[in-house]
């Protein structure tokens, strides 16, 4: 089985954080705890996948987080254009995480059924749930199911070979993380099984969230997915652009090759 190149593609950052946004239980809740957002390249020979799509400009303006650069945008040093991106993993549809679906116009998304069930279900008269969600992304992914370029999975699922997905839950109804075969092992990409490294390392769970046991289990289920604790990668640490090199712009930091520290040092 041939392995796959993954790249991580930060495009904006939130400074102004404390780790009471950050964990449920902590005990030094008022310090600065700074987030990073980023969406993921798997590359194969020819082969590119994208997992997220992060948002744009134009969302940071309403919700007061601007991007420090368009997503799509912040591909080109890769040699992506959105036009040529034709797979998509959404590992769900918070606002931050398929926010730029419309900028990828000839994408197939992978998508948990559970997932779509959520975000048109009645738990969004909820504002509390609602509210990591916007309405316009919502709509553009019913717009590819109906054009016949959603493919739903139902729990475990295969993209590609060397590539699966696995349903989470916790953060939000159908979230899942993503298995990837590369040079140095399993990679798990959690996204936001877990924001941060403490939140699996720890067990400490993330303020917004749906169910509380499947968040927690969550933690347990992408340590195993992974080959070690150092190849599960979280979707908004800043630390991993301290543990894996930078690829190129700064912007850009390759996983694949595994990190140049362990975790926990």
Request: glycine share 8%; net charge negative; hydrophobic share 40%.
């Amino acid at each position: 089985m041939t392995p796959w190149e993954i790249f991580a593609v930060k495009y904006a950052d939130r400074n102004s954080r404390t780790r009471a946004d950050s964990f449920i239980f902590d005990d030094n809740h008022d310090q600065p705890h700074p987030m990073d957002y980023f969406i993921w390249v798997l590359r194969r020979g020819d082969e590119i996948l994208l997992v997220d799509t992060g948002y744009d400009a134009e969302e940071g303006e309403r919700r007061g987080r601007p991007v420090r650069m368009n997503p799509a945008e912040a591909l080109a040093p890769l040699g992506i254009s959105p036009d040529d991106v034709t797979t998509i993993i959404v590992t769900h549809l918070h606002y931050d995480h398929a926010g730029g679906l419309k900028h990828f116009p000839n994408a197939t998304i992978h998508l948990q059924a559970a997932e779509m069930a959520f975000v048109t279900g009645p738990c969004m008269c909820h504002a509390a749930l609602k509210a990591p969600f916007t309405a316009d992304h919502v709509c553009e992914a019913v717009k590819r199911l109906y054009s016949g370029r959603v493919i739903f999975h139902e729990g475990d699922g295969e993209v590609r070979e060397g590539v699966t997905v696995h349903r989470i839950g916790g953060h939000s109804r159908g979230l899942q993380a993503v298995r990837v075969l590369t040079d140095c092992g399993w990679m798990c990409l959690a996204s936001d099984a877990a924001h941060f490294y403490e939140n699996f390392l720890e067990e400490k769970p993330f303020p917004i969230v749906v169910d509380l046991e499947d968040m927690l289990t969550g933690f347990q289920t992408i340590r195993k997915l992974a080959s070690s604790a150092d190849l599960v990668i979280p979707g908004h640490d800043p630390l991993v652009r301290q543990l894996f090199p930078v690829h190129g712009p700064d912007h850009i930091i390759r996983l694949d090759q595994g990190p140049l520290k362990g975790v926990r040092t």
